[in-house]
């Protein structure tokens, strides 16, 4: 067994699977990656989850990528890298020349390192002339980027995970941290052991809510109404810090007075919750000392996302929880890079470290790379795929992701896809969308290559090269040199520190960030002059903290109706990632082999069905079947599924109606159906 094996070599990384960013040590011998540790001295303290633990062993599989593939008469064949660059080179060319570089669009991956980010972003601006950059941030977390960025000036975690075990109270809604950042869920239990207090609010009954000291299931979509209440009672009670918002904020008194109308009674009914719970809960964060504000995609997946987000800035501002150890806004990112890749300008507005795409930025980047470069902010990831759909979009570069599965209303999104004029997938595994693709460029996985990732705490940290990567795989960054080559820009860099070296230079949030320094792993991003990683202690990064009103208005777009009686939210769980391209091809999937819909009890004999029965669930975009699994974690009426079985697609389900200000769409909130199959 691996067990037995001898270890050549440790080899010191990132975990290539969600933003906690774990550090691991590979255990190498012969080339091949045969298990992992964690040394107690990282930040993680040795922890990992089981994805850290065992999910490693997509690395070797005999699916990997090892070669270029051509579609030739519909069919994926074999391919040289000059044979597949030439057709790259050609085929933009043609398209640009013939459209303008406007039907161009690139989506960047938040799996990839920082430095391949970056060089993506500087290749579809530079050379192919187009902002439509975008990626999976889009789907998560653009609504906190957007929120925090209006309340505080900056849209990332405000404090360090392990200041989570400073904490009085941590308050954790829209969240399952036990499932989707494990190791911070540990970190809160940690923080429970020591004395801190837990208030927990989802609509589904979470691992973490037993561990509660108060638990309240609002209704799906109305977590505005909710924060509103608790801020209502915090500042009728006198509960406020009178002080912090004095001193350090903005439109307070038109905030007050929009809050007037959000009483317990008020919100009881919308929410569901007993009156008096919204009163103790209130209680207990106007009293704490230190808390701490944990959330995800339960705020952010919905059409009024980022009204969500503000509503929580608004109460960890009315609390004077910003700027010291121990509290603060933690927005959970997903994936192991998707800050990193939001920090490298993968977005279609902004340039490095969210410098916007204005005359003056543009001047800067104009001259620093060398070249002309478009005015005009880009489209957004689901305006893209709209774009495709339409034909206004006619050439698309995905880089490491699976749209195909992870994007709402997928039958829209695929069959554009199948439309589109030229698509180039770059990716490890031939994903369901890499089948789809013109070309297919196979690039390495983390285990493979050299690097940076940006944890949800803005802590960058070291990928490091274990083994050599399959057949003719290369890594992104280095396919990125060759593209750029192709159309006669000739970039010098050796490696990804050559790389680093020039983010350092145009990129302040990045400014200190030498290979040096994050090998000694202690640069964690934050602006300049400031000593301590965390955000806002002096002053906020726009200055004054700004509160905004905001009213609760509806649910969601698409409510529960009389032909589609129940409402479908959709998530992740603990042995799985994602479209599972990675966590199906370990021992995880013995774990979780199959997608279950999870029903409350009463609903399912409501149904008349059973429990493992295989039913059809249908919405308006589209239908598919799943097995039925009776769970009383789930209210009655609403339905859980995950998006990681390929088999059970549930975004053919999923709506893509958009959060205007933050362009999010609502993943965890449509009206669907369920039937017996006959
Ligand atoms: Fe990896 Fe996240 Fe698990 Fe840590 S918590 S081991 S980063 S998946």
């Known amino acids: 067994s691996s067990a037995d094996k001898k270890v050549d070599k440790l080899v010191k990384t ?7 960013g774990c550090q691991l040590q590979l255990k190498v011998q012969d080339n091949q990656v045969i298990g992992v540790t964690s040394d107690k001295s990282s930040s993680n303290k040795g922890h990992l989850c089981a994805k850290g633990q065992f999910g490693w062993e997509y690395i070797h599989t005999e699916k990997r ?3 270029p593939l051509i579609k030739k008469n519909g069919t994926l064949t074999k391919a040289t890298w000059d044979e597949a660059f030439d057709l790259i080179q050609k085929r933009f060319c043609e398209i640009s020349k013939h459209y303008g570089s406007e039907a161009i669009a690139g989506l960047a991956s938040a799996k990839i390192t920082n430095e391949e980010n970056y060089l993506f972003q500087k290749f579809m601006r530079s050379i192919l002339k187009t902002n439509h950059i975008d990626h999976c941030a889009r789907l998560c977390h653009a609504a906190s980027v957007v929120g925090l960025q209006a309340s505080f000036g900056s849209g990332a975690m405000t404090n360090t995970i392990n200041e989570i075990l400073e904490s009085d109270l941590l308050f954790v809604i829209g969240a399952n941290p036990t499932e989707a950042h494990p190791v911070i869920g540990y970190r809160i239990k940690e923080a429970l052991r020591k004395g801190a207090k837990l ?3 989802d609509p589904r009954k979470i691992e973490l809510s037993s561990y509660a000291d108060i638990f309240v299931r609002q209704n799906s979509g109305t977590d505005i109404a909710l924060l509103n209440g608790i801020a209502h009672v915090i500042y009728k009670e006198g509960l406020w810090n009178k002080e912090f918002v004095a001193n350090r904020t903005e439109e307070f008194e038109s905030w007050a007075k929009a809050i007037e109308k959000y009483c317990p009674a008020y919100v009881a009914e919308i929410t569901g919750i007993d009156a008096e719970e919204i009163v103790s809960m209130a209680r207990m964060i106007g009293q704490a000392k230190k808390m701490m504000i944990l959330y995800a ?11 969500g987000v503000l509503a929580i800035a608004n109460l960890a501002m009315l609390t004077g929880n910003i700027g010291k ?9 997903g994936q192991n890079n998707v800050q990193g890749a939001c920090d490298m300008g993968a977005l279609p507005n902004v340039y490095p470290s969210y410098q916007p795409i204005n005359e003056e930025n543009r001047k800067f980047f104009e001259s620093f790379w060398g070249t002309s470069l478009p005015a005009k902010p880009g489209m957004t990831l689901n305006e893209i795929t709209h774009a495709v759909y339409n034909g206004q979009i006619k050439a698309l570069y995905i880089v490491g992701e699976n749209p195909s599965l992870s994007e709402p209303n997928g039958k829209h999104v695929k069959e554009g896809f199948d439309k589109i004029d030229f698509l180039v997938v770059q990716d490890i595994f031939l994903t369901e969308t890499a089948e789809q693709a013109d070309v297919v460029l196979p690039a390495v996985s983390f285990a493979e290559k050299d690097g940076t990732f940006t944890n949800t705490e803005r802590k960058i940290q070291r990928v490091h090269r274990a083994v050599s990567p399959p057949g003719e795989a290369r890594a992104d960054w280095e396919i990125f040199i060759e593209l750029a080559k192709r159309f006669g820009q000739f970039w010098s860099y050796q490696s990804p520190e050559d790389i680093m070296n020039e983010i350092n230079q145009c990129s302040p949030l990045y400014r200190e960030a030498t290979y040096d ?6 640069v964690y991003w934050n602006y300049p002059g400031t000593q301590t990683p965390i ?4 002053k906020f990064v726009r200055g004054k903290g700004k509160f905004h009103a905001v009213e609760f208005i509806s649910t969601a777009a698409e409510e529960p109706c009389e032909d589609y009686p129940l409402l479908l939210t959709t998530g992740r769980m603990l042995h799985q990632y994602h479209t599972g391209t990675m966590s199906r091809k370990s021992k995880l999937e013995l774990l979780q082999p199959e997608e279950h819909i999870l029903i409350h009890p009463n609903t399912v004999a409501a149904y008349a069905m059973e429990n493992d029965e295989i039913v059809l669930v249908e919405s308006r975009r589209g239908k598919i079947k799943a097995k039925i699994r009776c769970s009383d974690k789930m209210p009655e009426g609403v339905v859980f599924m995950t998006f990681h079985y390929a088999e059970t697609p549930s975004n053919i389900l999923t709506n893509d109606a958009l959060d205007p200000a933050s362009k999010t769409p609502e993943l965890k909130s449509c009206a669907v159906n369920i039937k017996k199959i006959c």
């Not at 990132?14 to 906690?20: A, M």
């Not at 320094?517 to 202690?522: D, N, V």
């Not at 955000?535 to 002096?538: F, G, K, S, V």
Request: glycine letters at 14%; proline letters at 2%; a neutral charge.
């Open 14 to 20: 990132t975990c290539s699977y969600c933003g906690v």
């Open 65 to 67: 990528l090892t070669h």
């Open 199 to 201: 208030v927990v609010a």
């Open 297 to 307: 995609m339960g705020i952010t997946q919905h059409i009024h996302g980022t009204n």
């Open 325 to 333: 150890r121990g509290a603060g806004v933690a927005p959970l990112r």
């Open 517 to 522: 320094q994050i090998e000694a792993g202690t």
């Open 535 to 538: 955000l806002h202690t002096e």
